[in-house]
């Protein structure tokens, strides 16, 4: 199979939509379903969770409980393939009541490959909460962190 067609690309993209739309009806089995079997998932605060049975539970618990009636905002910045059969993608995401916050205040990268039956699924997943204040002062006290793309 070729990779970076313009058909990876979307069928990439779309297993992120999914999971935001399995977020928006709060259904652990399917946001699960994006997961491979053996992913990895690490969230904001940084638990560890391992298997796509992990993620389900604790996102069923999360619906029900902490994240009730939330949506998830999320923005792609970056698809890459790393051969015929793996993408990174970089993100920023946000859960959220009311209306989609303007600024997403998560990066987030998921590296997703495509398995035996052609299927693109979530390999591995890590969510980090940016902390812009303490950006904001390692860039003044040290320009040469900003990265170039800032510049």
Do not use: C
């Not at 993209?13 to 990895?40: K, N, Q, S």
Request: proline share 3%; glycine share 8%.
């Amino acid at each position: 199979m070729a990779s970076n067609t313009q058909d990876d690309q979307q069928a990439v993209t779309e297993v992120i939509a999914g999971l935001v739309d399995a977020w928006r009806r709060h259904d652990a089995d399917a946001y699960g379903a994006a997961f491979t079997e053996d992913a990895t998932y690490i969230t904001f605060v940084g638990t560890y969770y391992r298997g796509r049975g992990d993620i389900i539970e604790s996102h069923r618990t999360l619906f029900a409980k902490y994240l009730k009636g939330t949506r998830l905002a999320d923005e792609i910045l970056d698809v890459r393939f790393l051969g015929p059969d793996t993408a990174v993608v970089t993100g920023r995401g946000e859960s959220y009541k009311g209306d989609r916050p303007k600024k997403l205040t998560k990066v987030q990268t998921y590296t997703l490959v495509r398995e035996q039956s052609g299927q693109w699924r979530v390999a591995a997943f890590q969510n980090t909460k940016r902390k812009p204040i303490m950006e904001a002062i390692s860039f003044k006290t040290a320009p040469s962190l900003i990265p170039a793309a800032q510049r």
